[in-house]
């Protein structure tokens, strides 16, 4: 599927309501993408679902009128990929995932699905043998890529700075579906839970070398993810939530 754009009738959303939802693989972004482009009018909704040569080219070959004549822009590209066109002046939004599990959950997502590009790969392998491929790779912060350009938590920090990325961890998702309501004027919205892996291994059931070395793989992800949950804490649940101290470079003390 190129993209997707459901054509469908709905309320009108505020003008000033532009939203561009950086859709990181496997952090429930689907239910979140899906009760946005209700709220905005799914005609002015649109997603690229996949990262294909074919999705980069029609995003490219879209003039600006037709780009900025959306108001909800998605999709598994990174953020850098988008600012190609004059969209800096959209929220920029984004959920994150604790890294380990994240990665878990596309291994078995993706071995799972026999339909999925890459299951004539991934489809092989045991977790030992899906962590060495992983490891070869060099890293798997694929969050911090996705925002930043750079597989680091310090580029990823400074890119949520510049471009006033609003993050959440996915355990928040209702509440940052309700801070998006008044932020943007936006709602109610209906967050549903979609395309979620079925069977799979949880982070506390993978043998313990498999997790350690996932959390080698990950370091700059999981300081990634700690420092947004802090920050969303602090900001929006006024510290009702259990809260980890987290350091300026993303470590628990």
Known sequence: MPFFNARKPTGPAPQDA?????????????SLYSALAAAVGYDKALRFPE???????????????????????????????????????????????????RELSAY?????????????????????????????????????????????FEAARRAIDRHDIFAAPIEYLDAFSKVLERRLGLGPLSVGRENVTGSRLGVDQVP??????????TEDDQKLYRYVRQRFER?????????STVTADGRVP
């Open 235 to 243: 900001e929006h649940l006024g510290g009702g939530q259990p809260q």
């Open 108 to 152: 078995f997502y993706v071995k799972n699905w026999k339909q999925h590009p890459r299951h004539h790969l991934i489809g092989k392998m045991d977790l030992h043998e899906f962590l060495e491929h992983r490891e070869k790779q060099g890293h798997a912060n694929w969050q911090c890529t996705m925002l930043s350009g750079a597989g680091s």
């Open 18 to 30: 532009r939203i561009l939802f950086v859709h990181i693989p496997k952090t429930g972004g689907i």
């Open 208 to 217: 313990d070398d498999i997790r350690r070395r996932l959390a080698v793989l």
């Open 51 to 101: 990262i294909s040569k074919e999705n980069r080219q029609k995003y490219l070959a879209m003039s600006v009128e037709e780009v900025r004549g959306y108001r909800l822009l998605s999709g598994h590209f990174p953020l850098a990929f988008y600012l190609k066109k004059p969209v800096s002046d959209y929220q920029v939004i984004t959920i994150l995932r604790h890294a380990i599990d």
